[in-house]
């Protein structure tokens, strides 16, 4: 399945920013999906994900701050972070997984800086 982010942007810290990633599969709800991120020099790491039951895990580094939601209808899952750090600068990118195939989007930079 192809997917699309839109959101990213440069935002200053404290701020707060809404990503989108949506599915081009009318199957979308079988779909357990996520956002992972990859700073500079760093390797990628799971940030939010969502199952098809809605069960939702997060991060360490954006727990409390963070939210991630799907709506099955619009093929479209979202995330939302909060109080937006220079530590959360990256590429986030959406990921799809079902029936054992993954899905990538081509991510969508965020810069968090003043």
């Known amino acids: 399945v192809q997917l699309t982010e839109s959101g990213g942007g440069l935002v200053q810290p404290g701020a707060s920013l809404r990503l989108s990633c949506t599915a081009a599969?009318?199957?979308?709800?079988?779909?357990?999906l996520g956002w992972f991120r990859q700073a500079p020099n760093k390797q990628r790491e799971l940030v939010a994900s969502i199952t098809t039951a809605g069960d939702t895990v997060y991060a360490d580094s954006v727990k409390g701050r963070s939210n991630i939601a799907r709506d099955n209808a619009k093929n479209t899952v979202y995330r939302e972070i909060n109080q937006l750090k220079p530590d959360d600068t990256a590429v986030y990118y959406c990921w799809g997984t079902a029936e054992g195939v993954e899905n990538w989007g081509q991510g969508t930079l965020v810069i968090v800086s003043s």
């Open positions: 599969d009318k199957i979308f709800s079988i779909y357990h």
